[in-house]
């Protein structure tokens, strides 16, 4: 061993480490255009379903609820941004990892394995927001200027929020991810996260469109920072009274869940058993 | 008949095999449910707002809803293979399948069962069962249902095989284009009347799922005459396995295995 392999990393080692990791998913990801591609589109064509619904609604209730339809459908298209943005391949990467055993040299990396997931999930950013560029074009031919943020310091808030957004969305990812150590098998717990997502992120309906019955769940669990809480900073839907209220929220709830995630991991890996020889 | 023993013998096999994994069937059951769940939420949240859509009851569209999940649990259970063909031409094991003496698309779509089906097929009879509790049908309905149930398994599987033979030409370790095709069944939930009519035009004629669930759901409405609901979902289903097979004949004769 050498003293180079000995040398404590300091935070601009970790940093550089961090960014580099970042790139490489990200080029990665690019190497496999065709399959984001139609990922894209797979998602753009369940996406549309739901806009189309909204539009029928409003052509049989033109009021039926505080937002009006132009408002609704900038909503919706900027909601499909964000969520095309956040979206992250942690968990099956993490999947296809434990399965082939492969994660074993994942736990080993000297960058830690959240730090070394968070900077992959980085990566995933960073091409979904290439890809994210035409529903960007097409939104703004579909809704027009209604997807621009409502005023400067709506758009810095959006774009704080937004960022916030992405530990939020880390952090259920990482936590949920931990049962594939267990189960061995993540399938379900992906589908189940995506549907609680589905339903309560604001994907499909701003949280003021919801049943009450629904609404009062949502608002107490974090997916609707993924989602919701972006939008409605972004489009000035949010009163500016609440923005702080809401980043704070967002930020305890990011900071919350990673903390979990990375308090629970050592006990959870206690128990896992590598697959494959 | 000797061909018929040998598929349910490979599929009672596959089942087997399939089963033994009991936490993933649980797992799975409720993932699928709770899918089912979450298309209801929005299902909830809509009919909040409006009392019909394009014309449709909440009852009505709760059959859509119903007979769409049930169609998705039959397909999954009895022919769901062909989401594992991209996996099979990078790893070259589609070679071992080509080589039995039997025909090559049965075999790869029975070869693989997922049991979380009867999650969604069960969420599905339940989901039919309240619509027509709300909104009770004609004696022939309870007939007709698995007909329909039957046709539309066979007609997204066959959107599959097309969409899904893709995968001879763009090899690659990933099933997205089928899952545009999964997506699209999610459209059958509501009435095609209220999308653009190219889209109207894709769920019927070109991909027509339409045709074993919009076109039944309106002749529960009484819009249709009795022999359309029952010709319409079995002419779907023959046409569009009689695509299928065409469409994967040609491209399998593309295949060059990428093993050893």
């Known amino acids: ?277 | 008949m000797k061909a018929l023993r040998f598929y349910l013998e490979l599929y009672w096999i596959a089942l087997k095999s399939r089963a033994e994994y009991r936490v993933d069937f649980a797992v799975g059951v409720v993932t699928a449910l709770s899918s089912q769940a979450a298309a209801l939420a929005f299902f909830w949240t809509v009919f909040t707002h409006a009392p019909a859509i394009g014309e449709w009851s909440s009852a009505e569209v709760l059959f859509l809803f119903g007979l769409s999940a049930m169609v998705l649990g039959l397909a999954e259970a009895t022919m769901n293979g062909i989401w594992m063909l991209p996996f099979y031409l990078v790893a070259g094991e589609l070679d071992r399948l080509l080589v039995y003496p039997v025909r090559s698309l049965p075999f790869v779509l029975i070869s693989r069962p997922e049991l979380h089906s009867l999650g969604n097929f069960v969420s599905g009879a339940i989901t039919v069962g309240v619509a027509w509790s709300l909104a009770p049908p004609p004696v022939a309905a309870y007939f007709l249902l698995p007909v329909w149930v039957v046709c539309g398994a066979f007609i997204y599987t066959s959107a599959l095989v097309v969409v899904g033979s893709l995968s001879f030409i763009t090899l690659g370790h990933h099933a997205w284009h089928m899952m545009a095709v999964h997506n699209l069944l999610a459209s059958a939930r509501y009435p095609v009347t209220i999308y653009p009519r190219w889209l109207q035009i894709l769920t019927v004629f070109v991909l027509p799922f339409g045709a074993a669930i919009f076109v039944p759901g309106n002749w529960l409405r009484g819009e249709y005459p009795a022999w359309v609901a029952l010709v319409a979902p079995i002419a779907a289903a023959a046409a569009g396995v009689g695509l299928a097979e065409r469409v994967w004949k040609t491209m399998a004769n593309r295949y060059q295995s990428s093993g050893s």
């Open chain 1, 1 to 277: 061993m050498t003293a180079t392999a000995l040398r404590v990393a300091t935070f601009s080692h970790l940093a550089a480490s961090f960014a580099l990791l970042a790139e490489k998913t990200a080029r990665t990801r690019l190497a496999y255009r065709s399959a984001t591609l139609l990922a894209l589109l797979a998602n753009g064509v369940a996406y549309s379903v739901i806009v189309l619904v909204w539009v029928a609604v409003y052509r049989e209730n033109p009021n039926p609820g505080p937002l009006a339809l132009p408002a609704m459908l900038a909503y919706l298209v900027t909601a499909f941004v964000a969520s095309e943005i956040l979206s992250l391949n942690v968990d099956w990467r993490v999947l296809q990892r434990v399965r082939m055993g492969l994660i074993a040299t994942d736990v080993i990396r000297p960058l830690g394995f959240g730090t070394f997931q968070m900077a992959q999930a980085v990566g995933d950013v960073l091409v979904n927001l290439v890809f994210a560029t035409p529903i960007v074009v097409v939104g703004l031919w579909f809704v027009g200027g209604g997807l621009l943020p409502a005023s400067l310091a709506a758009a810095l808030c959006g774009l704080a929020s937004g960022a916030l957004a992405f530990f939020v969305a880390f952090g259920i990812t990482f936590l949920l991810v931990q049962a594939v150590f267990v189960l061995h098998s993540g399938y379900g717990i992906v589908t189940a996260k995506m549907a609680l997502h589905q339903v309560f992120s604001g994907l499909a309906a701003p949280l003021v469109m919801m049943p009450e019955a629904l609404r009062d769940i949502a608002v107490w669990l974090p997916f609707r920072h993924i989602i919701e809480t972006p939008v409605t900073i972004w489009l000035g839907l949010a009163p500016s009274a609440e923005v702080p209220s809401l980043l704070a929220a967002q930020a305890a709830w990011g900071a919350s869940l990673v903390g979990l995630g990375s308090v629970i991991f050592s006990s959870v890996l206690k128990k896992h058993q590598v697959q494959g020889g």
